[in-house]
């Protein structure tokens, strides 16, 4: 089964810190994904990459920067958090390739700025 | 552009049947998907779809594809109080999957 770990269930950070969420996958999937859930407004895609050291900006990609350093590991990083930005952060990972490939999710992790 | 369109909330009662509806934009779509969302937690693949294929069955739940209409439903059969969560539908779009907004399924015993 495919497992995609996201480090942390609930965090609190305050306005103005760099805050940093990882997730990990162990499937070694090509692609990863950040996207931020929202009441109303479903899953909006932050920032994606389809290999290491490689990054595309999804559709809101601003205030938030990534890393992929490894291919299992990809970072999310509020550069400097807002109350705005307080939302739940879901990874996703899918394979490389063909498009029938769905993409397997994290349990998620709920940001409250304050 | 490419969009995702579903309603927001779904009532039934435990025993019936449910049926939560989807339109999407991108013609060029090969595959549509299904995922459910309990609370708290992440999404869960649920089913997915061809586009060259009308229906799938996958033991409670059946999916209708309508490639004309661009219209996608899944259906629950026998819907039971676990199956109360948040439904999403998703294209893989050009480069990306596109969600819809999700539909709140509630299941009254």
């Known amino acids: 089964d495919v497992k995609v770990t996201q480090s942390s269930r609930y965090l609190v950070k305050r306005t103005g810190e760099k805050v940093f969420l990882e997730c990990v996958q162990d499937?070694?999937?090509?692609?990863m994904f950040w996207y931020r859930q929202d009441p109303g407004l479903g899953l909006r895609l932050i920032y994606f990459?389809?290999?290491?050291?490689?990054?595309e900006k999804g559709d809101i990609p601003e205030g938030y920067s990534v890393s992929r350093e490894k291919k299992e590991r990809f970072s999310l990083i509020l550069e400097s958090a807002s109350t705005n930005q307080t939302s739940m952060y879901l990874c996703?990972?899918?394979?490389?390739?063909?498009?029938?490939?769905?993409?397997?999710f994290g349990d998620g992790t709920r940001l409250s700025i304050l | 552009g490419e969009d995702v369109e579903q309603s927001l909330f779904l009532s039934v009662r435990e025993g019936d049947s449910s049926v939560i509806n989807c339109t999407y934009t991108?013609?060029?779509?090969?595959?549509l998907y299904w995922y459910k969302q309990e609370p708290g937690a992440g999404l869960q693949l649920l089913t997915y779809?061809?586009?060259?294929?009308d229906m799938k069955q996958d033991q409670r739940l059946t999916v209708l594809l309508n490639k004309k209409d661009k219209h996608l439903s899944l259906r629950i059969a026998d819907t039971q109080t676990g199956d109360s969560a948040i439904y999403f539908c998703?294209?893989?779009?050009?480069?990306?999957?596109?969600f819809g907004t999700g539909t709140r399924l509630k299941v009254l015993a």
């Open positions: 996703a990972s899918s394979e490389g390739g063909q498009k029938s490939q769905p993409q397997h």
């Open positions: 499937m070694d999937h090509e692609n």
């Open positions: 990459s389809y290999d290491v050291k490689m990054k």
């Open positions: 991108d013609s060029s779509s090969t595959y």
């Open positions: 779809i061809f586009s060259n294929m």
């Open positions: 998703a294209e893989r779009g050009t480069y990306k999957y596109i």
